[in-house]
């Protein structure tokens, strides 16, 4: 079963904005990397924005100034706010969450990548 699930995808114009949203259920994410991530049809998923274990954000140029991560530890509920919204961000939108896993001397971050949601389609056009 699949952990999380993206919403808030839509239609818009050229300079609009969306938020986008990925409940993550199941697991605990704190303190560890959760990302957003987009892909065209006929292209590689690349990585758009993520938030590392420093809780250091970091974007690719395309989306700099435009699009904030962040992310609700308590509900591991993770925000994409796109703003200024254009063509080339049209896309299917992912999102990946690392889950916290605690031992007896503290914790490490397990990747799950190997799980992919449906994702949230954003389409902007005139």
């Known amino acids: 079963q699949v952990p999380q699930v993206e919403s808030g995808g839509g239609s818009v114009q050229p300079g609009g904005s969306l938020r986008l949203s990925c409940v993550v259920s199941?697991?605990?994410?704190?303190?560890?990397?959760v990302a957003w991530y987009r892909q065209v049809e006929g292209k590689e998923r690349e990585l758009v924005a993520s938030?590392?274990?420093?809780?250091?954000?970091t974007y690719i140029e395309a989306v700099k100034g435009r699009f904030t991560i962040s992310h609700d530890n308590d509900k591991n509920v993770v925000y994409l706010q796109m703003n200024s919204l254009e063509t080339d961000d049209t896309a299917v939108y992912y999102c990946?969450?690392?889950?916290?896993?605690?031992?007896?001397?503290?914790?490490?971050?397990?990747?799950?990548?190997?799980?992919w949601g449906q994702g949230t389609p954003v389409t902007v056009s005139p």
């Open positions: 199941g697991y605990s994410s704190k303190n560890c990397e």
């Open positions: 938030i590392d274990r420093d809780g250091i954000s």
């Open positions: 990946a969450a690392e889950r916290r896993m605690e031992y007896s001397g503290g914790y490490y971050c397990l990747t799950m990548k190997h799980l």
